[in-house]
Structure formats: C-alpha cells, structure tokens
C-alpha cells in the first residue's frame, strides 16, 4: 500500500518502507540510534529478511540466534532489564549493522492535536528553557502525518533525537515538559514518541475494528468499510493532489515576481518599494483593499556574540500564509492565520553584521501583514539565552512590495484534505505501527476539534482509551489527559458553554482505571487555542503520572468534584485530592454559580470549610444545583480561583446533569 505523508504548505507523495539495512534486513524507523526501550517488559525487535534465512542479534552481550519466516517476517524478544545504559545492539549477519547509545527507561507516547504538536521553540520564556534543555537521556522521536486505510508496521523515516538546546526547539513542548519533570523525580531515561497532528478529530485516531464493534459508530465503520475496504482510493488521491500540487506552484512561482527575481535574496537591490511601520497593515501604507502576494523584507544588525549560533525568530501573527526566509535560505512556512510564527534559525545561517529577513505573504482576504497589536512580540534573540541575552527589535520599517495579485493565481486543486477524517486512517499510519512496543502509557491532548459535539466525545474519548490498551495488549496503561484550556469569548453571566461541556466529557473518563486529568483552566488565552504555558501543562500531566504510576498514591492534585449536599438553602461541596484543604488563588473565592429549581443560574456566593465549598444566594431558599467555572474562559470571565493548598486548580464541573 502507499501511504502518504501530508505536509502543511503542499503535499508531497512519500513512497515509505521499513529500514532498508545492511543483508537486507529491515526495521521499522523506531528502531535506531539514541532509541529508548521500555524497562520492566520483554524487549521485543521485529522486521523483515530473505525468506528462511537466518542472522545473530547480539544486545549488549547477550546473543538470539533469528530465523526468518517463509514470509521474510522475524521477531526476537530480550528478557525486560530494569533501567539503564548506553547499550548497542548489534546485528551480525554478511554485512553487519549496529544501533548505538541506547537506553533502557520509560517510553511514553504523547499524541492529540496542535497543542501536543506546539514545539518548545513557542513557549513562554523558551530561550531560558532550551539554554537548560541538554538532557540526554530524554529522547524524542517526531512521526509524520500520514493516513492510511489499513493499519501499517511502519511510519516514514524518523530519527531518534537526544535532547540539547538546538534538538529540543523541536520536540512538542508539552510531551518534553512532561518527561523532564519524570527525568527529574524518577531519574531514568525517557522516551517520548510523539504523533500529533493538529486541527484533527477524534475519530481518525481510533482503530476501526473497536469503532465497528461500538453500537454508536458501526454504521460509520460499515460505511466506511464499504467505501474502502480493499482499496487505497484515500491514499491515491492524496498521491493525485501532491503532484497536481507541486504542479500548481511551478506555475505559481513562474507568475510571482517575487520569485522569478529572487526578492528573498540578500543579492537582490529592491527598487521602488513601499514602507510599512510593523506591526500594522500594508492597507496603511499605500496598499489599499490588495489580496495576494506581498513580499517584505528588513534587514538586521548582529553583534558578533550571535553569529553562528542558532536563533529564533518572532514575527509574531502574520495573515495568512507565510514563506520566511534569513539570508536568502527558506527557514519555514506557516499556514494557520491566526497562529504565531515563531521560527528557528540554523546557526549555519547567522553571520555577524548585516542579515536580511525576507518574507513572502500570502493574503486572501481583508487587512493584509503583521496582526499582532503589540511592537514588543517582534524580535529576533538567540534560541537559547547566553548569560546576557540580547534580544534584537524588528518592529518599526520594513520595506514590501505586491509580486501578484490574487485574480492572476493559476486555478489551484482541490485539497482532499477532509480525508484525515475519516475513521481510523491517523490510527493506521501514526498509531499502529508502534503497538508492539513496549510502552509505560499515554498522554493525549486532544479535544478542541470536537467541541462542538461533547455529548459523541464522552463516548468517542473511553472508546480511544480501551482500542489503544487492546491494540498495544500491555494491560490497562496508563491514560494521562490534558484538560482543555480557557478559551472563547468572554461572559459578564453565566452561560451554556460546548467547551464546559467538553471538559466535562474529559473529566468523565475518570470513571475508567488508570486515567489522570490534567487541569489546565487557568493556562489558557481566550483569543488564542494555543497557550503558551506549556511547561505547567507538562508538569502538571507529569504529577498525573506520579500518582497513578509511580508510586505517589497521596499526590493532591487537581480537586475534583465529589458530590453535594444540600443543607437547607445551601449547598455544601466535596471534592477529591482537597484533603489538605482549599483556597482561592488570590482575593475572594469566585466562580460558582447556583440555581433554584427554576434551573436558572446566578452568581453564588461562598464559603471554604477545610476541603469543602457551601455555596447559596440570597433569594433562592430551595437551591438544585452549581456549576463552577462553566464558560470557555472562565478565569477571565468570572475570575473562577479554586486552588488546594497544593497550588492546583480545581476542574470545571456542574452538578446538574443534561
């Protein structure tokens, strides 16, 4: 089968197989140099060869004698080893091959949608973060987006990274966050596998034998199965849009300008070009109501102590698709509108004195150029901080010029992208493949593309969880989910909300084994999906962790809500993980509100008592029911600020049911 793996900016066809090594022995990508093994299981590698052919694998002196099978498939299993390392498998046939620096420890596979994905080079403070980030024994390994009809033994060519400063801008911020606070507390190596993809729903991620046997999605599967099954028509098409695709910006590049005369070189002399005070609209400065193509450019001056180092760049939000690059080199695309464009600069790029930023932005529709309000979010500073950092400005002139309007574009495909909708295809290519391996659990951070269907996620959520423990046959691993962030419009009063509905969903899953909630309703942005604060995410599902799977049982981490008792016309609260007690963050507690039997809400007033809240209202003498922090941004909305004494937030919940 081909599968196909989907860039953002155009697609490329990607023709994948295993490891093609030395004797013609094959291993999936996962199995390479820096890898990181699962302590405490029978270590199992796997792949193919010459049909009945025979080899030696030696793993660190102890040496297994593999027989290939008539179908070319062999396997092999060590007996599990606690943690530890650098170790070398060695692979001893005609033409040997070894894999080097490999550790035995934890291996978690992170997965979920953008905020998995967001890298560590968008953080908060993620200068200071990656200067600390060289810690060898993590480990990550970053899988493709891909789709596929049928579950695959193999993703496209990855690599195996050991985290330093450069490594680390790289690697999702949430799943590095989490295995540096593991690495911190349990002081063994961790592996992180991260498969993400943003923007996508829950559905893809699901096997399609549990989807088919759930009574609520068997005639998707059916339908599916009867649309596909045998077939790679998904994958074709795919195939179809990439070249039509590439074809497509052949003819693009040769009607822009701004291509054919190489704007983003430090060679080219602009010559009658327009200048715009960044941040603010090229609508402003003399290019009214444009839709297209406009290039910009500013160069900058860099102090010897930045040359030939790594750095990053902020250009903060652009609108709508950007190609950026430093010195003449492309050093990344962005395509989400309002998404930040935080970048990375190879250090083989950054010479001392005059360098040049080019960018060519794409705009289909109103205000055109830099959206962000705020001059201080464009900058350009060194990717990890020195003991002086210096953080160059790039706000104020730039120069910029239209290279072709969007009434000139050559007719573009159509995007098959509503394929990675479809059920399971995200779970046969960047799922499947690893369910063989050793793994200590998950984490998840997924949710927000299906916010608008709680009720389906509160089933679709346990059934993920259940496909993944049976697919990997490990017994009942660990589930560690990340609890949606503010987001949304701001409310004045209480309100129905999809995204308190969604939460609930999430929190609903605790009623399954082995799950941890991560509470993270304080760390949000109401205008950005994206939050910044990623290391407390990390930090947070990483306490999840401790006290579901190592060994921490009497960890007070977030309060969850437990029952309610009503006391005449008040309403008294219970909540787990509060034993030490209970706190507003700051000032009065906020953020309850509570309703009669008309079932209308209005804001409560309230009253800590140990690890308990009472709530009631003036006015409501027979009170039915409380929600806490019940909107899509809460904090912001009515400054909801339950704490334990431990410092973690409260979960959003209602005590009435729908």
């Not at 346990?462 to 609890?483: C, M, T, V, Y």
């Not at 030490?580 to 000032?587: Q, R, Y």
């Not at 308990?612 to 006015?619: A, K, M, R, S």
Request: charged share 20%.
């Amino acid at each position: 089968m081909i599968r196909i793996r989907i860039g953002i900016f155009i697609l490329f066809s990607v023709f994948t197989s295993q490891i093609a090594l030395a004797g013609g022995i094959k291993m999936p990508w996962f199995f390479g140099d820096n890898m990181v093994l699962q302590r405490q299981k029978p270590i199992q590698l796997w792949g193919t060869a010459t049909p009945k052919s025979s080899f030696i694998i030696d793993f660190n002196g102890e040496k297994k004698k593999v027989k290939t099978e008539a179908s070319g498939n062999w396997e092999v299993t060590f007996p599990a080893r606690e943690a530890g390392g650098p170790y070398a498998i060695n692979v001893v046939s005609d033409s040997s091959f070894s894999f080097q620096n490999v550790m035995i420890g934890d291996v978690w596979l992170c997965s979920g949608q953008s905020n998995m994905e967001w890298p560590v080079s968008k953080v908060f403070n993620a200068s200071y973060e990656l200067k600390n980030a060289d810690l060898p024994q993590i480990r990550s390994f970053t899988v493709a987006r891909e789709i596929s009809t049928n579950p695959q033994s193999n993703t496209t060519k990855a690599l195996w990274q050991t985290c330093t400063p450069d490594n680390a801008a790289s690697f999702s911020a949430v799943a590095y966050f989490f295995a540096r606070e593991i690495y911190k507390t349990q002081h063994i190596p961790i592996g992180i596998i991260h498969t993400s993809w943003g923007g996508t729903f829950i559905e893809p991620w699901i096997g399609l034998q549990n989807m088919s046997e759930h009574a609520d999605f068997k005639k998707l599967a059916d339908q599916f199965n009867a649309k596909y099954k045998g077939n790679n028509s998904l994958e074709l098409s795919q195939q179809a849009y990439a070249t039509d695709s590439q074809k497509w910006m052949e003819n693009l590049q040769k009607s822009d300008s701004g291509f054919v005369e190489k704007w983003y070189s430090p060679a080219y002399q602009p010559k009658n070009w327009k200048k715009l005070i960044a941040p603010d609209y090229w609508e402003n400065h003399g290019l009214p109501d444009f839709d297209g193509v406009v290039w910009l450019r500013k160069e900058v001056n860099v102090p010897a102590s930045m040359a030939g180092k790594p750095l990053l760049l902020n250009v903060e939000t652009l609108k709508d698709y950007d190609i950026t690059y430093f010195n003449g080199t492309e050093i990344a695309r962005g395509t989400w509108q309002p998404g930040r464009r935080i970048y990375t600069i190879p250090k083989e790029s950054v010479k001392e004195g005059k360098n040049l930023i080019s960018i060519r932005l794409e705009n289909l529709s109103g205000l055109g150029g830099f959206t962000s309000r705020d001059a201080t979010q464009l900058w350009l500073k060194e990717l990890a901080e020195s003991e002086n950092p210096l953080i160059i400005p790039l706000s104020g002139e730039w120069l910029f010029k239209s290279s072709l309007p969007l009434s000139s574009y050559p007719a573009k495909p159509v995007d098959p992208s509503e394929n990675r909708k479809n059920l399971s295809v995200i779970y046969n290519a960047m799922i499947a493949p690893f369910a063989d391996l050793g793994l200590k659990g998950f984490l998840w951070y997924q949710g927000e593309a299906n916010a608008s269907d709680a009720a389906k996620y509160k089933k679709l959520l346990p059934l993920l969880i259940s496909d993944w423990r049976k697919q990997f046959n490990q017994g009942e691993l660990p589930f560690i989910i990340a609890q949606l962030a503010s987001f949304g419009a701001l409310t004045s009063n209480p309100v129905e909300s999809n995204w308190a509905e969604l939460r609930e969903a999430q929190m609903a899953t605790l009623a399954v084994p082995q799950i941890g909630l991560a509470v993270t309703i304080d760390l949000g942005n109401p205008y950005d999906v994206h939050p910044i604060y990623k290391q407390q995410v990390g930090e947070r599902m990483a306490a999840e962790a401790r006290r579901i799977c190592y060994g921490e049982n009497g960890l007070q981490t977030s309060p969850l809500y437990e029952s309610m008792q009503i006391e005449g016309n008040k309403i008294r609260l219970k909540f787990k993980y509060a034993s030490n007690g209970l706190k507003p963050k700051e000032g009065a507690l906020k953020g309850f509100a509570i309703a009669g039997e008309d079932n209308k809400f209005v804001w409560a007033k309230t009253k800590i008592e140990g690890g308990e809240v009472i709530v009631w209202q003036d006015g409501i003498d027979n009170p039915k029911s409380v929600r806490y922090a019940w909107a899509g941004s809460p904090v912001e909305s009515n400054g909801a600020n339950l704490y334990n004494q431990a410092g973690y937030p409260a979960s959003p919940f209602r005590t009435d049911k729908p």
